[in-house]
């Protein structure tokens, strides 16, 4: 009989170093990409943005956000959960049933603290999401990794076709969402950015952010999952967070198989094609429509490139960062980001709590004055709070504060975790 030892946490002499580098990497992308959803500048109209302090920059740190991190950063995430899956699939040296119940009780919890913070914090939550696919991904355990790399192609096609059966069926069901969504606001008194609408518009998340009473704020957490269900459905989310876990799970095989994370050319290889395919890819998408094309045409090519795009170019993000994780930069990328990595679960919520208090008018406020600019340079500031913080936390205990509680209640023990 196989032992159960097996499934057990990961201990440091184990970690494939490079991936907990790449997952506060993927930390800090994420952080650039909410900030302007903390801050409501994502759903202001241009004129709106035009007042903001330093406004010239608008234009250049929008298409920066658009071309280099904008889908990219939450794929690079996904990516790397689906080669933590592959892994710990791996290691496992007990009965596949065993493994499929353990996962299942690790997913069973990060679905609670997901809900958790999609209620009580933040409406842009992914955890949720992640659990969900996470159930679905084991479906794929066994499979070889050539069916691994066709089912992650056919998923990625699938947010094309979804977005022209939208287009052609006049919203399809998710019109009944909306309606749901703008019901439940207009009942519940939440603020609207104009008069001009009786329905909800996103316009309407930066009225929120820009109210000073918690009680507003805490009525659209309240409602917060099924403005998220909403978004989901509208671009098809969850088969894309699939996919992309599909493709992590055949990367992390080839990790197992062939260390490719030390495998030289063809991280070249990986990084040209991702970087040479990707970038025009996302400068095109960054574009408004340039041919004679009509807009809805040219948005619908767009949405079924996007995920191809995304994939891409963070393909090219992540052979780049593992070809100078091999040279003598890799200090520095392992003080920027490791410890952030090894605690990705605590800085990802505390970044929901710091992004409330720093930006929403019952905090701070800051969203009446920061622009696209700005708000890239308070995300650097909050992220090297993080890199402090969680380097100083990691020298004292084995896991973050919300991973040990995590891997506690899946393992039905209390771990130790301070270090000796």
Request: hydrophobic content about 50%; proline content about 3%.
């Amino acid at each position: 009989m196989k032992p159960q030892s097996s499934l057990r946490p990961v201990g440091d002499d184990e970690r494939i170093h490079v991936l907990d580098a790449l997952r506060g990497f993927a930390i800090f992308g994420i952080l650039i990409i909410n900030v302007r959803v903390f801050s409501g500048y994502a759903y202001l109209p241009g004129e709106a943005q035009a007042d903001l302090l330093l406004a010239e920059w608008n234009t250049v740190f929008d298409w920066i956000h658009t071309v280099f991190f904008s889908g990219k950063f939450y794929t690079l995430f996904s990516l790397l959960f689906g080669i933590s899956f592959a892994i710990q699939f791996h290691r496992a040296a007990s009965s596949d049933r065993s493994f499929t119940r353990h996962f299942s009780r690790r997913l069973f919890f990060l679905f609670l603290i997901g809900l958790v913070h999609l209620w009580g914090l933040w409406f842009s939550d992914i955890l949720v999401l992640y659990a969900l696919c996470g159930y679905l991904l084991l479906a794929f355990k066994g499979w070889s990794d050539g069916a691994l790399l066709g089912a992650a192609g056919v998923l990625l096609l699938v947010p094309g076709l979804h977005a022209w059966y939208l287009q052609t069926a006049d919203a399809a069901y998710t019109t009944v969402l909306y309606q749901q969504l703008s019901t439940l606001w207009m009942d519940w008194g939440l603020p609207q950015a104009s008069t001009e609408y009786q329905t909800f518009q996103m316009q309407d998340v930066a009225a929120v952010i820009q109210s000073d009473s918690w009680a507003t704020v805490g009525t659209f957490n309240a409602i917060g999952p099924f403005l998220r269900a909403y978004g989901i459905a509208l671009d098809a989310r969850l088969v894309k967070v699939l996919a992309t876990f599909v493709l992590g799970l055949w990367v992390g095989h080839q990790l197992l198989k062939q260390r490719l994370h030390e495998h030289t050319s063809w991280l070249v290889r990986a990084a040209i094609v991702g970087w040479v395919v990707g970038l025009p890819l996302n400068i095109l998408y960054a574009m408004d429509n340039p041919t004679s094309l009509s807009d809805e045409s040219f948005l619908l090519i767009k949405d079924i490139l996007s995920p191809f795009a995304y994939v891409a170019l963070t393909t090219g993000y992540v052979a780049s960062f593992m070809l100078l994780f091999q040279t003598r930069l890799r200090t520095t990328l392992d003080r920027l980001f490791n410890a952030v990595g090894k605690t990705a679960l605590s800085n990802y919520l505390l970044q929901s709590v710091v992004g409330i208090l720093l930006f929403y008018e019952v905090g701070l406020g800051l969203h009446k004055y920061l622009g696209s600019l700005g708000l890239t340079g308070a995300t650097v500031a909050i992220f090297g709070i993080q890199i402090l913080g969680s380097t100083a936390w990691m020298q004292r205990y084995k896991y973050g504060p919300l991973e040990w509680g995590w891997r506690a209640l899946t393992y039905g023990r209390v771990l130790p975790n301070r270090r000796s």
